[in-house]
């Protein structure tokens, strides 16, 4: 049995010779090189200098128009301020079916039960809701004004942003790709 002690000049040898591999044999014809760099580096040849343009002022004379990156207001006779009588009553409970927009909701059918017309309205989060005249559904305070066999009618109530509100007529028809929007203002 060998001791620790005769395995190390082994060990020595060998990290020697991979310690010498590592020299680099032009590493003095490199210092050569540099050193007669830094006593005479020589002249490089450059390109001329372009000529600088001269540039010409051009005046804006277009500020005090409308920003073409901004929307175009519409005439103020043209937008409809509505009417503060149509607010809608911010004092109800809200139902549940208004807490979806009405692009999202479905009509899936409609029953008529004790000879009242209802609707089957059907919500993002899967629910079935089962809807009559007067129920509310929809973010616009959408108010149910008739059902029919293959349609339901609402009315919402939009603020147009002037302090009054109009009436919009909307339509849920069976099949979501189907719902139409008709616009009535008052």
Not at 74 to 103: I, K, M, N, Q
Request: net charge negative; charged share 20%; proline share 8%.
């Amino acid at each position: 049995m060998r001791s620790a002690s005769a395995q190390w000049p082994g060990w020595v040898v060998f990290v020697a010779l991979l310690l010498g591999g590592c020299a680099d044999p032009h590493m003095a014809e490199l210092d050569r090189d540099l050193a007669a760099l830094r006593v005479d580096p020589g002249s490089v040849d450059l390109p001329p200098l372009v000529d600088v343009p001269t540039i010409t002022r051009v005046t804006y004379d277009q500020a005090d128009l409308r920003s073409p990156f901004m929307a175009r207001r519409p005439e103020a006779d043209a937008a409809p301020t509505g009417s503060a009588e149509l607010a809608p009553d911010l004092s109800r409970p809200p139902e549940p079916l208004e807490a979806f927009v009405l692009e999202s909701l479905e009509l899936v059918g409609t029953l008529t039960v004790g000879g009242q017309q209802t609707a089957l309205i059907r919500a993002p989060d899967g629910e079935v809701h089962r809807v009559s005249i007067g129920s509310y559904l929809g973010t616009d305070f959408g108010r149910i004004v008739s059902i029919t066999a293959r349609a339901v009618q609402l009315v919402e109530v939009v603020a147009t942003g002037q302090g009054g509100w109009i009436e919009r007529a909307r339509q849920l028809t069976l099949g979501a790709d189907q719902e139409q929007n008709i616009d009535r203002r008052g």
